[in-house]
Structure formats: C-alpha cells, structure tokens
C-alpha cells in the first residue's frame, strides 16, 4: 500500500497567554504588587511543604506561582527604573 501523502498547516504562533496577566499586574501600584508578591510567596511556601510530604493536590500551581512572582518583579523593577529616570 502507497502512503498517502498530505499537506500540514503551516502552525500559527499563539499569543502569549500571560501578556493580559502582566498588563494587569502593570495597571496597579508598587504597594498593591508588593502586598500580592508576599501573599504569592507565602502560598508557594506553603505548596512547597505540601509537595515535600506528598499531599500536594494541584503540583501545576507551582510553576504558575513561580511564573507570577517573577512577573511581578519585573513590573516591580520597571517601575523603580521609570521613577529613577524621572
């Protein structure tokens, strides 16, 4: 039997998923993220102990804390940049 020969799509690039969550974390202020930064720090302290002893539920939800905390830096510091450079 002949292999049938088909046409693949070229893939479309998707957008990225978190442009919206940094563009929300950019709408607030130094005082709001740094108060978001510290309840997301003390959720993936909390979520590393779980994993450790085995009763972690939802182990995704690392990476995505990890993600969001180190997107919140990154506003954090664009913004001590733009104030510094007045």
Do not use: C, H, W
Request: charged share 35%; proline share 2%.
């Amino acid at each position: 039997m002949a292999k049938k020969e088909t046409k693949s799509k070229p893939k479309k690039k998707a957008a990225p998923k978190a442009a919206g969550k940094i563009d929300g974390f950019r709408g607030k202020s130094a005082d709001e993220l740094t108060t978001q930064l510290a309840a997301f720090r003390k959720e993936q302290f909390n979520l590393r102990f779980q994993r450790a002893n085995g009763q972690a539920e939802n182990t995704g939800r690392i990476r995505i804390l990890r993600r969001d905390i180190a997107r919140i830096e990154t506003v954090l510091t664009e913004q001590r940049r733009a104030a510094a450079k007045g």
